[in-house]
């Protein structure tokens, strides 16, 4: 027999970055016995890697600003197909957030008077994020860290252990969840190290483990980012929603090959950073569209005003939200008028003195100096769209967090979640989505832990069928090596389900995924149990091709171009589509696809809006009724 490590813990929290960590910090100030596991080592998450900032309305650069201000950025950047309550409560808490996080220990940039800083970021009307120089999210995760540390200190002096009540498992794999009936009852998985495999029983676990770009050739996400907590949410029978919707960052480095993808943050374009094209064209003016043309500036010289005088003129077109920027890079290339390695330039060298670009980007600086020998502060850089964020996720009850389906006591937050977004994310709307709706899962996991009668138990030949399903790859001599299919699945989503998308090509992309599925169940991989990245490839390539085949579905499914979803055939957006969310379920293999209405606004947050711009967005039906309710 298998030896499996067992531990009871009351919260499972898989996945540390913000999101896991937050959720994890608020189980444990309830009194729960909790555990954070990471599948890479302990603050090695995406959200160190955050560079721009955390959005949140403080109104400390501009007192404009308000969380209803931040709400209608929000729902205009997802074009409104947000859940509007998780984009409501996300405006209200992100400060409160911010400044818990102060109390955590951590030291945000200042203003002139010793205020919390915040930096113009696209599509936030006000400056908004919250950062740290340009390395934000290595803060944030610190803090966050330091928190955990010094609950533990207590814990220590409390019980006699560190560990007591909170618990760091990391480069720990977590590869099914085990459900008693239609309650969770606890995870399995392997410690990446020694092989040997691990069960944590517990009746409530948090789904935090972020995104899923490695299934795209180009990417900004790193190696562990393969949809994992999709896919375990799905095979436990929860749903997932806006699948379709993938956010491609405009700004990857381009060159050279080996870094193409990692990412150059937009705060290059916040801080007077500027596009141009092969022919030295700012091209960016040519692609305002009608939806935003009042909020951005017609001239250049109007838009270089905006950086001092935000008041009397509007923004440059630069900072459009992402998806508007990545679909112009990707024209310009296409029009033969990209640069030699199949970007264009971001300058910032002729904007900001050499000194100024060292103090407010210094990881940019020093990223592009070491990877492209290129100095930032006298040439421009090279850039194009990149796979960064997925907009899609676990559909969740806004309030709690908890998965929507078949299954009770499972919760996610962060990334893996999806409808805060809608079809497009704001930057730095991620950060401070973590840190809101973090606390929120964690918060509500420890009360089902107490409001449950009795735990739930794991079935042992759910656990036998676990080693089985971890361990087949080992044992098969003949099939494929897990990293030739990952490749072909990068190639087919990077090829057919990319950035512009066309029918016949998600038709082809369907039949691809369903003859590598077929490879995928016959994965092999050389080598024993001991650390050995072949066999954990092999693992979660299942989970890469579930949650490819939700988006090519999703994305074949829906008819228009919205934010993150951009279809050759049908270029513009559809009201009555707007009213739609596409949800993935698991029956056996199949994935399902189903439609299912927002939500409805609530009236007075609908009143935030004129009725100009919700003509851009709804229905004929759905502006009656908000005339009749306003007359
Ligand atoms: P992550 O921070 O991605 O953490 C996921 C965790 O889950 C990791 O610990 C991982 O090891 C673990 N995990 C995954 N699978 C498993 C498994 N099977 N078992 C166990 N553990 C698992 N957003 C902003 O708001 N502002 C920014 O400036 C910004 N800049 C960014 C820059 C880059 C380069 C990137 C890649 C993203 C950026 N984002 C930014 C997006 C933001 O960083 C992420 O969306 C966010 O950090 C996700 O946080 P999370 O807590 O949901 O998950």
Redesign the pocket.
Known sequence: TTRIERHHYDVVV???????LRAAIEARLAGKKTAI????LFG????????????AAMGNVNSRDSWQVHFRDTMRGGKFLNNFRMAELHAKESPQRIWELETYGALFDRTKDGKISQRNFGGHEYPRLAHVGDR??LELIRTLQQKIVSLQQEDKREHGSYDARIKVFSE????ELLLDGDRVAGAF?YYRESGEFVLFEAPAVVL????VGRSYKVT??SW???G??HA?ALRAGATLINMEFLQFHPTGMVWPVSVKGI?V??SVRGDGGILKNSEGKRFMFDYVPDVFRKQYAETPEEADRWYTDPDNNRRPPELLPRDEVARAINSEVKAGRGTPAGGVYLDIASRLPAEEIRRRLPSMHHQFKGLADVDITKEPMEVGPTC??VMGGIEVEPDSGAAHGSVRGLFA????SGGMHGSNRL??????D?LVF?KRAGGHAATYVDQLAARPKVEVAAVETAVETALAPLQRDTGENPYTLQQDLQAVMGDLVGIIRREAELEESLVRLAELRERVAKVSATGGRRYNPGWHLALDLRNMLVVSECTAKAALERRESRGGHTREDFPTMDPQWRRVNLVCSLEGDTVRLNRKPLPKMRTELVGLFDRAELAKYLTDEELAEFDALSA
Do not use: P, Q
Request: a negative charge; zero cysteines.
């Open positions: 898989i996945g540390a970055g913000g999101a896991g596991i990471s599948k890479s090695k998450a995406h959200t160190v890697m955050a560079e721009g900032g955390a959005a934000t999210g720990t794999t977590i590869t998985g935090a483990t972020g995104g900004s996400n562990e980012y393969t994992d907590g375990l990412l943050t937009e960064h964020y937050a962060g990334e893996v930057g730095g709307n991620s950060l401070s973590l973090g």
